[in-house]
Structures are given as structure tokens and as C-alpha cells.
């Protein structure tokens, strides 16, 4: 995936509170990208800066500076990174309905296996191809947006490395432990939980950029 940088535009009205909020909102997201928090919490953090963006983008002062002919240029270049977090955006929800769908297939052949059916190594190699394939990238997507060079471990990929190894002695194992597939469950079942809050937080931030890049479309045209 190419690299994309946050790009900042100096505007006349930088003294302005909202310029404040769109800075600190900018620093809180770059800190959790560096640190161990949830992919609901960053989704959040980018959701909650293009709440500021888009209250700052409605100060007279910004709207007549950005369609000022020398400032152009510097909002198509805002545009083309809103485009590219679209696309990243699309991307990473395509790959949480994609792990969910996976889990839930999991989940259904354990709850079997757990009544007493033997056989879900399918489901298991299904489980293992998608989740350290793709759940990365749903976090590295934005990641790379702010610093293409940093990726973080986080308490999550702890936890998913351990129900990793304990459906990898299941799918081994003969004989049932109905205790440990239990456990193996409820640390799915928790993690389809929260890819459903990443999901809808998800959603929500795409729809605070989508509405912030008609905003400068509509600003560019006048």
C-alpha cells in the first residue's frame, strides 16, 4: 500500500479555538497509533478529527481562504488523501465482514464439536489463513496513513495469539475437552464483538470524511 503523510494547510485563521481541536485531535490519534489501543478506539480517534475538520471547514474565514485560487492546489491535495482514507476505509470494512463471516463459521463448528461432533479442521485453517492475513491490515490501512514504518502489538494480538495456539491443540486433539472449548468460544465470540464496534465505528468515521470531502469539493467550486 503506498505511504501517505497527514498534510496540515496554513490558514489565516490558525488562532482560532477550532484550529486547536483539529491539532490536539490530530496529536491524540497519532499517539494511539503508537500505542496498544483498540482498533475501536483509533476508528474513534479518526472519527472524532473529522468532527473538528469539519466544524473548522465551516468558519467563513477557512471556506475563503481554501477557495482562494492560491490555496487550491492545497485542497486538491486535501481531497486526494480524503480519497485514498475512502478506499482505505472500504478496504478494512471488506475485511471485518470478512473475519466475521470466518468467525461465525468457527463458532457454529465449535458449538458442535462441543455437543459432541468431532471434525472442524477446515474452519480452523479457514480461521488461521484470515486472521493474521487480513486482520492487520485493517489496522495497518491507517497506520500507514500517519507513519508507513510503525506497526504496534497490541493486548488484542496477545489474546488472539492464544486462542491461536489452544484451537491449533483442538483441531489436534482426540479427545474433547469441553472446558477448553468453552474458553476457545468466549475468546471468539469477545472478538466478533469487537470487530462489530470497530465495524460500526467504522462506518460512522466514513461517513464523517465522506461528508468533509463534499464539504471542500463544494467550498473548491465556488
Keep these: 500500500m503506498a505511504a501517505c503523510h497527514v498534510r496540515s494547510i496554513s490558514l489565516p485563521s490558525r488562532s482560532h479555538p477550532l484550529n486547536a481541536s483539529v491539532e ?22 479518526l472519527k472524532a478529527l473529522y468532527e473538528c475538520v469539519e466544524d473548522f471547514l465551516q468558519l467563513p474565514s477557512t471556506q475563503q481562504t481554501l477557495s482562494n485560487e492560491q490555496q487550491k492546489e492545497r485542497g486538491e491535495e ?13 478496504t478494512t470494512r471488506d475485511v471485518f ?13 465449535l458449538r458442535r464439536r462441543k455437543g459432541g461432533e ?18 492487520p491490515m485493517a489496522g495497518l490501512s491507517f497506520q500507514n496513513y500517519f507513519n508507513p514504518n510503525v506497526y504496534h502489538a497490541t493486548a488484542e494480538a496477545s489474546e488472539l495469539e492464544k486462542i491461536d495456539a489452544e484451537l491449533l491443540v483442538l483441531k489436534s486433539s482426540k479427545d474433547i475437552n469441553p472446558v477448553q472449548v468453552q474458553n476457545v468460544l468466549k475468546g471468539l465470540v469477545a472478538f466478533e464483538s469487537d470487530i462489530q464496534e470497530a465495524e460500526e465505528e467504522l462506518e ?6 465522506l461528508k468533509t470531502r463534499v464539504t471542500i469539493l463544494n467550498i473548491l467550486s465556488h
Design 204 to 209: 460512522a468515521a466514513y461517513r464523517k470524511l
Design 78 to 90: 486535501v481531497l486526494n488523501g480524503s480519497l485514498l482514507l475512502l478506499d482505505m476505509c472500504s
Design 97 to 109: 465482514s470478512s473475519m466475521k463471516e470466518c468467525l461465525q463459521e468457527l463458532e457454529s463448528s
Design 24 to 45: 490536539d485531535q490530530l496529536d491524540r490519534l497519532r499517539s494511539s497509533l503508537t500505542a496498544s489501543t483498540s482498533a475501536y478506539h483509533k476508528l474513534s480517534g
Design 118 to 135: 468431532s471434525g472442524f479442521s477446515s474452519e480452523v485453517e479457514s480461521y488461521m489463513i484470515q486472521r493474521p492475513d487480513q486482520a
